[in-house]
């Protein structure tokens, strides 16, 4: 644990705790009567009001759309499985103002659905829980079929031999042992969606507002700290709270599981109900993901006169963006991968020292301890920015000019992601084999690398792909820390965006684009670093 605790006091609670320090404390002391004030406002109420229930119903709207699909890519083998699950996270590592934009050009005036029916459904909750949807429809599918894949069928089998149903079967025995991964699915889903910024700023307009976006406003807009600090700490409390709830039930509920080879559990289509499940499947790949990548790839070629290459050929440019950037857009590619494959070696270093001691039940420290790693998720990106800034710049943490500073933010968005993907399969390798490696003359490390790490390697192999896909997408630290002359993909968007024009709305698109491929050419990478033929992590 030592690493851990250590990575996330300096990089995490330092920072966080020294803005909001700055908020709260003058010269007269702790301010702390700003809290009666604050709460007491009505306005924020409705926001916190509102923060919490879309959160809820993302999150159930999110589940019952994206369980089918996880139990698709678990247990169905069919041709362009590969590709379809690199498709379906590609919006997972959009930065989360591309999301809001590719929904308001299908929702809002002029979109989609408006030119075909005359229907709007921008500035309505509907288009905001949509757009969660699209974003984390990934998380469900890879964080629930990554162990689904591996649980064995024929228990569920021996349960219908003697006379339950297949429905009842399921219910028994199958979902009692997903519970840990839908779980955690759930618990990522609320966090991203708790602290929703971009889609909820964008699709929301003023009439819906999260914690997030009040935050920045009453940050950057209106310049008070105070009541940005004290909603900040209202949102940290708030998620340690759900986090303890999810580790308490969690712990109750996980036991030893019989984990198998996942290419003995993945088969051809059989019977009405499988093959329907697979078009419902490639319907809602369909209509939740492709259609809004689609309207961002037709944008990126929709120039005036006619639809071309002039944006892309304007990324080699620093002098076509005007003052917008000190480098060309396009070198913000290399930069991105650079940082990313950083941030995944911290996260995996991290994550996986914190995963593998929290199996060790070792009382209410190592159990309190998983609730906190997953705070980074819940706290606001822009305090954790604003915090990098005002205390990483002295010796001997004198960070603000070095590179790695992005890659030690991002990391701390991907080390949430390895912990929680890793953590249900290695609290379900039975500790009795440890123990025979042991009694047969096994020193712990070989007995991880014998018998931990055959089971868990392709739990490593997802928590990878998560944390390097999130490190590509990460926004809201990122664009205070980065340099101007070494932008990533996201902040390069962002600014371009940012900037009245058709040239710079056409080129951000055309970033968009380039970012969707490289986390699509990326992931399908990863999808050949497989142990067996089904290709699944």
Same mark, same amino acid.
């Given at each position: 644990?030592?690493?851990?605790?250590?990575?996330?006091?300096?990089?995490?609670?330092?920072?966080?705790?020294?803005?909001?320090?700055?908020?709260?404390?003058?010269?007269?002391?702790?301010?702390?009567?700003?809290?009666?004030?604050?709460?007491?406002?009505?306005?924020?109420?409705?926001?916190?009001?509102?923060?919490? @229930?879309?959160? /809820?119903?993302?999150?159930?709207?999110?589940?019952?759309?994206?369980?089918?699909?996880?139990?698709?890519?678990?247990?169905?083998?069919?041709?362009?499985?590969?590709?379809?699950?690199?498709?379906?996270?590609?919006?997972?590592?959009?930065?989360?103002?591309? !999301?809001?934009?590719?929904?308001?050009?299908?929702?809002?005036?002029?979109?989609?659905?408006?030119?075909?029916?005359?229907?709007?459904?921008?500035?309505?909750?509907?288009?905001?829980?949509?757009?969660?949807?699209?974003?984390?429809?990934?998380?469900?599918?890879?964080?629930?079929?990554?162990? @689904?894949?591996?649980?064995?069928?024929?228990?569920?089998?021996?349960?219908?031999?003697?006379?339950?149903?297949?429905?009842?079967?399921?219910?028994?025995?199958?979902?009692?042992?997903?519970?840990?991964?839908?779980?955690?699915?759930?618990?990522?889903?609320?966090?991203?969606?708790?602290?929703? /910024?971009?889609?909820?700023?964008?699709?929301?307009?003023?009439?819906?507002?999260?914690?997030?976006? *009040?935050?920045?406003?009453?940050?950057?807009?209106?310049?008070?700290?105070?009541?940005?600090? !004290?909603?900040?700490?209202?949102?940290?409390?708030?998620?340690?709270?759900?986090?303890?709830?999810?580790?308490?039930?969690?712990?109750?509920? *996980?036991?030893?599981?019989?984990?198998?080879?996942?290419?003995?559990?993945?088969?051809?289509?059989?019977?009405?109900?499988? @093959?329907?499940?697979?078009?419902?499947?490639?319907?809602?790949?369909?209509?939740?993901?492709?259609?809004?990548?689609?309207?961002?790839?037709?944008?990126?070629?929709?120039?005036?006169?006619?639809?071309?290459?002039?944006?892309?050929?304007?990324?080699?440019?620093?002098?076509?963006?005007?003052?917008?950037?000190?480098?060309?857009?396009?070198?913000?590619?290399?930069?991105?991968?650079?940082?990313?494959?950083?941030?995944?070696?911290?996260?995996?270093?991290?994550?996986?020292?914190?995963?593998?001691?929290?199996?060790?039940?070792?009382?209410?420290?190592?159990?309190?301890?998983?609730?906190?790693?997953?705070?980074?998720?819940?706290?606001?990106?822009?305090?954790?920015?604003?915090?990098?800034?005002?205390?990483?710049?002295?010796?001997?943490?004198?960070?603000?000019?070095?590179?790695?500073?992005?890659?030690?933010?991002?990391?701390?968005?991907?080390?949430?992601?390895?912990?929680?993907?890793?953590?249900?399969?290695?609290?379900? !390798?039975?500790?009795?084999?440890? *123990?025979?490696?042991?009694?047969?003359?096994?020193?712990?490390?070989?007995?991880?690398?014998?018998?931990?790490?055959?089971?868990?390697?392709?739990?490593?192999?997802?928590?990878?792909?998560?944390?390097?896909?999130?490190?590509?997408?990460?926004?809201?630290?990122?664009?205070?820390?980065?340099?101007?002359?070494?932008?990533?993909?996201?902040?390069?968007?962002?600014?371009?965006?940012?900037?009245?024009?058709?040239?710079?709305?056409?080129?951000?698109?055309?970033?968009?684009?380039?970012?969707?491929?490289?986390?699509?050419?990326?992931?399908?990478?990863?999808?050949?670093?497989?142990?067996?033929?089904?290709?699944?992590?």
């Amino acid at each position: 644990m030592a690493v851990p605790v250590a990575f996330f006091a300096l990089f995490f609670a330092y920072p966080v705790a020294a803005i909001v320090a700055r908020g709260l404390k003058t010269e007269d002391g702790w301010q702390f009567a700003r809290f009666g004030e604050v709460l007491g406002r009505a306005d924020l109420l409705d926001v916190l009001w509102f923060t919490t @229930w879309q959160a /809820f119903a993302s999150t159930a709207l999110t589940l019952l759309i994206a369980l089918p699909g996880a139990y698709v890519f678990a247990r169905l083998d069919f041709p362009g499985k590969q590709l379809l699950r690199a498709v379906v996270t590609v919006p997972f590592v959009l930065p989360t103002v591309v !999301v809001g934009t590719a929904f308001l050009a299908l929702l809002g005036r002029g979109g989609l659905l408006d030119e075909l029916w005359g229907v709007r459904l921008d500035t309505t909750v509907w288009a905001i829980l949509l757009a969660h949807v699209f974003f984390n429809y990934a998380v469900v599918v890879r964080t629930v079929g990554g162990l @689904w894949s591996q649980l064995d069928p024929r228990q569920e089998e021996a349960a219908r031999v003697l006379g339950a149903g297949r429905f009842a079967a399921w219910r028994r025995v199958t979902l009692p042992a997903l519970a840990p991964a839908v779980a955690a699915a759930a618990l990522m889903v609320f966090l991203f969606t708790f602290t929703s /910024f971009g889609v909820v700023q964008i699709l929301g307009g003023p009439a819906y507002s999260t914690l997030e976006v *009040e935050i920045y406003r009453q940050t950057a807009q209106l310049l008070d700290l105070p009541t940005a600090a !004290v909603l900040t700490l209202v949102q940290f409390v708030a998620v340690g709270a759900i986090l303890a709830v999810h580790a308490r039930t969690v712990r109750r509920r *996980e036991t030893a599981l019989r984990l198998v080879d996942p290419a003995q559990t993945s088969h051809r289509p059989r019977g009405t109900g499988q @093959w329907t499940l697979l078009g419902a499947l490639l319907l809602t790949v369909l209509l939740l993901i492709l259609l809004p990548l689609g309207v961002l790839v037709e944008r990126s070629f929709d120039q005036p006169g006619g639809h071309g290459f002039a944006y892309y050929r304007a990324l080699g440019s620093a002098e076509a963006s005007g003052s917008t950037f000190l480098v060309a857009p396009l070198e913000a590619i290399g930069n991105s991968l650079q940082y990313a494959l950083a941030a995944t070696g911290i996260s995996l270093v991290v994550g996986g020292l914190a995963a593998a001691a929290l199996t060790r039940r070792a009382g209410r420290l190592v159990r309190g301890f998983d609730a906190l790693l997953m705070l980074p998720l819940g706290v606001s990106a822009v305090t954790v920015g604003f915090g990098f800034l005002i205390t990483l710049d002295e010796p001997p943490l004198d960070l603000r000019t070095s590179w790695i500073l992005v890659p030690l933010a991002q990391a701390l968005v991907g080390v949430p992601f390895v912990v929680r993907t890793m953590l249900p399969v290695l609290r379900a !390798v039975d500790a009795r084999l440890r *123990e025979a490696a042991a009694v047969l003359g096994a020193s712990p490390l070989r007995a991880w690398r014998e018998v931990d790490l055959p089971l868990v390697r392709r739990a490593l192999l997802v928590a990878a792909g998560f944390a390097f896909a999130v490190s590509l997408g990460e926004f809201g630290a990122t664009v205070f820390i980065a340099r101007p002359d070494r932008p990533t993909l996201p902040v390069a968007v962002a600014r371009l965006l940012g900037r009245s024009g058709e040239l710079n709305y056409g080129q951000a698109m055309a970033l968009s684009t380039i970012l969707m491929l490289v986390c699509a050419v990326s992931l399908l990478l990863l999808e050949h670093i497989r142990t067996d033929r089904s290709g699944e992590f």
